[in-house]
């Protein structure tokens, strides 16, 4: 079964913290991977993709993420959070298998503190 | 990047009535729209998957003839919530795909839908 999860629920950092967001994920076949950020009380926004090529991937905003095929894993990074990145933070997964339908993680609670 | 228009942004509807939210690509052709589902503090869970001129693809546990999906052209597609009851409050988010490999999908800005 297809199925993506992400390992912290909720995070309280101090601003200049670093990030970093665990993402593993279980699916049959070439996968496409992505996170996604949703401010409170806006829609969701792309951060970052991994189609193929370097498994390191920067996004939007300072964000990173390292696509480890071995460990089914893409984790975000961000070596610097701001009070802005304050936000709920998804994990997705699609390919082939699924019609490319995005399967996402349950979401990351990220509280920014000044 | 592409954009995808959702529209109501938010509706309030009384228990039994029927309310329809339409989803628009507006700067491409999508083949595929997905139709998502967010309660709150949760994540998305799909609900269904539309093709333009076939019907939708529900996902387990949803009920077709409740959520009725339309993708009559390749830049619309409408989700009905047929005989809305309280529990079908929610925020419904559409995206759209041009479809192909490597292609992501864009997401509308979402409708929250409260059945008073």
């Known amino acids: 079964a297809q199925s993506v999860s992400q390992h912290n629920h909720h995070v309280i950092l101090s601003e200049a913290a670093s990030l970093e967001l665990g993402c593993n994920y279980s699916?049959?076949?070439?996968?496409?991977l992505f996170w996604y950020v949703q401010y409170p009380g806006q829609h969701l926004q792309l951060l970052l993709k991994?189609?193929?090529?370097?498994?390191l991937v920067k996004g939007i905003k300072g964000f990173e993420a390292e696509f480890i095929k071995s460990k089914f894993s893409f984790n975000l990074r961000k070596p610097s959070v701001q009070w802005s990145d304050t936000a709920e933070y998804f994990c997705a997964v699609n390919g082939k298998n699924s019609g490319y339908a995005l399967n996402f993680g349950k979401g990351t609670s990220l509280l920014v503190t000044p | 990047g592409a954009v995808v228009s959702q529209h109501p942004s938010r509706v309030i509807c009384k228990s039994g009535t029927s309310v329809k939210i339409e989803c628009r690509s507006l700067d491409f052709q999508a083949t595929t729209m997905f139709w998502y589902r967010q309660f709150p503090k949760q994540s998305l869970m799909l609900m269904a998957t539309s093709n333009e001129g076939s019907k939708a693809t529900y996902e387990q546990g949803v009920e077709k003839d409740k959520f009725l999906i339309n993708h009559a052209s390749l830049t619309l597609s409408t989700l009905t919530v047929t005989s809305a009851h309280p529990e079908d409050s929610s925020f419904y988010i559409c995206?759209?795909?041009?479809?192909?490999?490597?292609?992501?999908?864009?997401f509308g800005q979402g409708t929250r839908l409260t059945v008073v």
């Open positions: 991994y189609f193929s090529g370097d498994p």
């Open positions: 995206s759209a795909t041009p479809g192909g490999l490597n292609t992501e999908a864009f």
């Open positions: 699916y049959g076949g070439t996968v496409n």
